[in-house]
């Protein structure tokens, strides 16, 4: 344990001479990517104000304008296990950067941290119209995935993002939430609402092979008919030093790839973080390498093709559910439906931790089913 303190230190050292981020371009790439953090806030992985200030530099190199984080425990110091709290880690990050994380998921929260200083985010709060059923059954989503509209401030494409942490010891579970999460999809795109949409998490689902990266039929369920096309095919690296495996994955809606919002090969495991510093990174900071992907504008919101749809013989209860009730009103969706947020932009809470009750005016509803 020195030694791998002794190596964090030598990692703060080389963060803290990293040159600062410069402010948002107009048109220029917006950067988003995802990290779990392991039992943040958690007894089972205390960190000490000095590894907090750690990770709060480390966090800033990424240069990252939206951070997706998994396995939060807010309430930290005040559970009385001596952690230091979520609000630490913004505290220690400083302005611009603001933070949210949500209500579900008990110690192993999701959660997000932007810099406000490039993006706005807005509609922030947990999904709702997923069934979230008790943990250690045929559970659904005990962590609820959490989403937010991301305006970048200096132009580009703005874009519905939403992060998942999966089930880990079930496979069955982590299909119906894949299942459950593109039903979700389809109604939420099928209102209207802006085309781009961008998923990035821990997955926790392995890739086929490192040769191909492609995650297996679990989370595959996702690119069903073309809706949602995995991007983290780009590179083949692991995400997870310790076992070799890649569970962080990204998927862009057709919008982005057709409108060329998606940087093309710009999916990357940093792995020169957990490769410069290995003892100190996988003791103190993550398991997992941070994921990262940018994007870049204009913003088009294009309209997918007119064929565009599930793939024929497709049999699932889905595709024939909206091939029964209302195939003409969800392919194609059309441009003129796509609505642009308007008014003033208001940040996200800076923190929201521990039980709350569900927020209306930030749910997505599912309608029609």
């Known amino acids: 344990m020195r030694r791998a303190r002794f190596h964090l230190l030598a990692l703060l050292l080389a963060l803290s001479i990293a040159p600062g981020r410069a402010t948002a371009q107009p048109g220029g790439p917006i950067a988003v990517g995802s990290l779990n953090l392991e039992w943040f806030g958690d007894s089972l992985n205390p960190r000490d104000p000095s590894e907090i200030a750690a990770l709060a530099r480390y966090i800033r190199s990424l240069e990252l304008d939206v951070l997706c984080c998994q396995e939060i425990n807010p309430s930290g110091d005040r559970s009385g296990d001596g952690s230091p709290d979520w609000g630490d880690l913004l505290d220690a990050l400083g302005p611009p950067f603001e933070g949210f994380v949500g209500t579900t998921g008990s110690r192993q929260r999701l959660g997000l941290i932007w810099d406000g200083g490039r993006v706005a985010l807005t509609d922030l709060g947990e999904l709702r119209g997923i069934d979230r059923l008790p943990v250690r059954s045929a559970e659904t989503f005990p962590r609820m995935p959490i989403t937010a509209f991301v305006r970048p401030l200096g132009g580009g494409p703005d874009f519905r993002l939403i992060t998942v942490h999966l089930f880990w010891t079930s496979d069955p579970a982590r299909r119906r939430e894949a299942e459950q999460l593109r039903d979700?999809?389809?109604?939420?795109?099928?209102t209207g609402s802006d085309p781009d949409v961008l998923i990035l998490g821990d997955f926790n689902t392995k890739a086929l092979s490192l040769d191909d990266p492609r995650p297996s039929q679990t989370v595959a369920n996702l690119e069903l008919g073309g809706w949602f096309t995995a991007v983290s095919t780009d590179h083949p690296e692991a995400t997870t030093p310790t076992t070799g495996e890649r569970y962080d994955h990204a998927f862009l809606s057709p919008s982005m790839l057709l409108g060329g919002a998606y940087e093309p090969g710009s999916w990357d495991v940093r792995r020169e973080a957990c490769e410069a510093f290995p003892e100190a990174y996988l003791d103190r900071i993550s398991n997992h390498c941070p994921?990262?992907?940018?994007?870049?504008g204009p913003d088009l919101d294009l309209a997918p093709p007119d064929d565009w749809g599930?793939?024929?013989?497709d049999d699932s209860p889905l595709a024939r559910r909206l091939a029964f009730e209302a195939p003409s009103a969800v392919f194609p969706f059309p441009m003129a439906a796509v609505p642009t947020p308007t008014g003033p932009i208001e940040p996200g809470p800076r923190v929201a931790a521990g039980p709350s009750p569900p927020l209306p005016s930030k749910s997505l509803p599912m309608p029609g089913f």
């Open 310 to 313: 599930f793939g024929p013989g």
């Open 291 to 296: 994921v990262s992907i940018r994007l870049i």
């Open 184 to 190: 979700w999809l389809v109604s939420y795109l099928s």
